[in-house]
C-alpha cells in the first residue's frame, strides 16, 4: 500500500533520515520504534507533506502528492504527537474538522456514529470544550478526528505520550479495534513492547537509519531490541 523507497530528510546542515526504505501493507500495522531525536516522527511528517524531503512515495502504486489536503484527500491521515487538538471548540465541532475535506454528508454521519461507537467517552463529552478533557480523552479526540477524515492508512505519532498505564491499555486496545475495521496503521511508539505486541512488522530507527527491520513478534523477542528497547538486561 506505501512504500517508501531512499528518504533523506534535511534541516538546514543536518542530515535527520538517512536513506530509509520502509514497506506498509494493506491491512496491517506496521511500527516505528527508536528513541528520542531518532527521526521517527520526521518520517511520518514526510508522507504527510509537512516537511520537504529528498526520494520517493508511493501510495497504492502512485507517487503521493506532496500537498498535506491532498495526501488527506487520497487516503491518509496522521494523529500528532501531543494531540494538538483545537481546545477552544467542542467535541464535535474537532470531529467534524476532521471531516474538513468530505462532502459526503451521510457517510460523514455514519462515521461520527463509528467514532462515537469506538470512544463513548466522546459522545458523553460532545458538547465539552476540548481543552478541558483529560489528557486520555484528548488523544481519544485526536484519533476519532483523524478518523472522520475516512482515511485508509492511519499514521499514529506517539499516541500513548505522557498517559497513566491503564490508559495506554485502552489505547493499543482501540489501536487494535480500528485495525479489525479494516484500517491499516503506521505506529510510531517509544513503548516499545507496546508497539511490538500488536505490530505486524517493525522497523527500528537510529540516528536517521534503519538499523533493522522485521516480523513485529521476532524483534520483540530479539535479546539486542529487549536490552535496547525494552529494560532488560540479557548478560
Known amino acids: 500500500m506505501l512504500k517508501v523507497r531512499d528518504l533523506n530528510i534535511y534541516y538546514g546542515g543536518i542530515h535527520a533520515i538517512r536513506g530509509i526504505d520502509i514497506d506498509v501493507e494493506e491491512g496491517s500495522i506496521v511500527t516505528i520504534i527508536g528513541s528520542n531525536g531518532a527521526g521517527k516522527s520526521s518520517t511520518l511528517n514526510a508522507i504527510s507533506g509537512i516537511v520537504k524531503y529528498q526520494g520517493n512515495i508511493e501510495y497504492k502504486g502512485e507517487k503521493?502528492?506532496?500537498?498535506?489536503?491532498?495526501?488527506?484527500?487520497g487516503g491518509i491521515c496522521q494523529v500528532p504527537e501531543g494531540r494538538v487538538?483545537?481546545?477552544n471548540l467542542t467535541v464535535e465541532e474537532n470531529l467534524r474538522m476532521g471531516a474538513y475535506l468530505r462532502n459526503d454528508t451521510k457517510g460523514i454521519a455514519d462515521d461520527f456514529e463509528k467514532v462515537y461507537t469506538l470512544f463513548p467517552r466522546l459522545k458523553e463529552r460532545e458538547r465539552q470544550i476540548a481543552g478541558t478533557l483529560s489528557g486520555g480523552e484528548q488523544q481519544m479526540l485526536a484519533?476519532?478526528?483523524?478518523?472522520?477524515?475516512?482515511?485508509?492508512?492511519?499514521?499514529?505519532?506517539?499516541?500513548?505520550?505522557?498517559?497513566?498505564?491503564?490508559?495506554?491499555?485502552?489505547?493499543?486496545?482501540?489501536?487494535?479495534e480500528i485495525k479489525s475495521m479494516g484500517k491499516t496503521m503506521l505506529l510510531v511508539e517509544q513503548n516499545a513492547f507496546k508497539a511490538l505486541s500488536i505490530a505486524?512488522?517493525?522497523?527500528?530507527?537510529?540516528?536517521?537509519?534503519i538499523s533493522t527491520h522485521g516480523n513485529a513478534k521476532d524483534l520483540l523477542n530479539d535479546p539486542k531490541i529487549q536490552e535496547a528497547y525494552l529494560g532488560k538486561k540479557t548478560s
Do not use: C
Request: aromatic share 6%.
Open 200 to 209: 505486524d512488522k517493525a522497523y527500528v530507527l537510529e540516528q536517521g537509519i
Open 64 to 73: 503521493l502528492p506532496t500537498a498535506p489536503h491532498k495526501v488527506v484527500q
Open 143 to 176: 484519533m476519532g478526528r483523524g478518523l472522520m477524515s475516512s482515511p485508509e492508512l492511519i499514521m499514529l505519532d506517539e499516541p500513548s505520550l505522557g498517559l497513566a498505564p491503564l490508559l495506554i491499555n485502552t489505547i493499543f486496545d482501540i489501536i487494535k
Open 85 to 87: 487538538i483545537f481546545a
